[in-house]
Nanobody, 128 residues
Framework: VQLQASGGGLVQAGGSLRLSCAAS????????VGWFRQAPGKEREGVSYISSSGSSTYYVDSVKGRFTISRDNAKNTVYLQMGSLKPEDTAFYYCSAKRITSAYSERVYRHDYYYDYWGQGTQVTVSS
């Protein structure tokens, strides 16, 4: 499974960006997906997660109300719409995927140790 994150860039505080995570699999609807980020000198942290069906989502408190995760299984893509960006959102953003069985299609996985596949990431820089 290959994951390709894109959409990062430089934006002013208060601005918006949409990240995309494209997967090279035939059965993308069998994968739960997570977005993580890592800022220089800091540990990687989870940002948002979505179930394989897309019906369940989760956001870390620091982005709740500002970020929206969604997916289009027909396009093998998960999106992270980021709004009201703050300088503290500056980080390298990674998407990750975990293959699940249909019995867990509604579940989100809220820790990086669940995930088997990782993309190369995209840089997001928010200037003040």
């Amino acid at each position: 499974v290959q994951l390709q994150a894109s959409g990062g860039g430089l934006v002013q505080a208060g601005g918006s960006l949409r990240l995309s995570c494209a997967a090279s699999v035939l059965d993308f609807d069998s994968y739960a997906v997570g977005w993580f980020r890592q800022a220089p000198g800091k540990e990687r942290e989870g940002v948002s997660y979505i179930s394989s069906s897309g019906s369940s989502t989760y956001y870390v408190d620091s982005v709740k109300g500002r970020f929206t995760i969604s997916r289009d299984n027909a396009k093998n893509t998960v999106y992270l719409q980021m709004g009201s960006l703050k300088p503290e959102d500056t980080a390298f953003y990674y998407c990750s995927a975990k293959r699940i069985t249909s019995a867990y299609s509604e579940r989100v996985y809220r820790h990086d140790y669940y995930y088997d596949y990782w993309g190369q990431g995209t840089q997001v820089t928010v200037s003040s």
